[in-house]
């Protein structure tokens, strides 16, 4: 008889949760990690709060932040314009410009970067540039680099059978030129100028010029290009 009762009340307990399970739309489920299906974007620039109370949100570092959400950088993370010398708006929009960008970066023979560094630059930039450029271009910058001896890849030109200045080889890594594309996400603006400084003194016998001492006589359009390459490479 027990066992009767049992099944019976089994029965009719599944089948309530079934009928209910089935019920009017407006009967909202229960829902238990709110955030996992209604989560918060916040503004950056907001004062965090919490999403279900009316309290302050007490997060330390949100506290710190005048309770703003936007948070500082990770203690030792790289800015991407820490040396002051890349400006977005000065990118090419077109074929046009990025043809007069180029023109104009090779009258340039000086970097922005601080001339007290310069060895300190070069340094770096050959550390990047053995990371980052010798795969295809070859640590002799001869283009010979293991990719393009294992036939995947060809057309690396040799740095010394070019016509190159440090302005131009920073407008190249910034913008990308020919089959090679743009080097802007792995290099920050003052890095990609150290790997050109490099890359004249060690192949080309050209350290980089101070800024000072850079440029030309050219007319305003292409000077405020050449601040494009510099900005850029």
Request: aromatic share 8%.
């Amino acid at each position: 008889m027990k066992k009767n009762v049992l099944k019976i009340t089994a029965v009719l307990g599944l089948t309530t949760v079934l009928l209910n399970s089935c019920g009017p739309k407006e009967n909202t489920p229960l829902v238990y990690f709110p955030d996992m299906y209604f989560p918060v974007a916040y503004d950056p620039l907001m004062k965090a709060q919490d999403a279900y109370s009316d309290h302050e949100n007490e997060i330390p570092a949100f506290v710190k932040n005048s309770f703003a959400t936007g948070l500082a950088p990770v203690e030792g993370s790289v800015a991407q314009n820490k040396d002051g010398v890349f400006e977005e708006s000065l990118l090419p929009k077109n074929v046009d410009e990025y043809n007069a960008g180029y023109d104009a970066s090779k009258k340039m023979t000086g970097s922005p970067l601080n001339p007290a560094n310069a060895a300190k630059d070069i340094e770096r930039g050959k550390m990047l540039f053995d990371h980052t450029c010798a795969a295809c271009h070859g640590t002799g910058g001869d283009g010979q680099g293991p990719i393009v001896q294992t036939g995947a890849f060809s057309g690396v030109p040799n740095y010394a059978d070019r016509e190159l200045t440090v302005g131009s080889v920073h407008y190249v890594l910034t913008n990308g030129r020919n089959a090679m594309g743009s080097y802007a996400g792995q290099l920050n603006a003052g890095d990609r100028w150290r790997v050109a400084m490099y890359v004249m003194s060690a192949f080309k016998k050209g350290a980089a010029a101070p800024a000072a001492a850079t440029t030309a006589t050219a007319t305003p359009a292409a000077a405020a290009t050449e601040t494009t390459t510099e900005t850029k490479k």
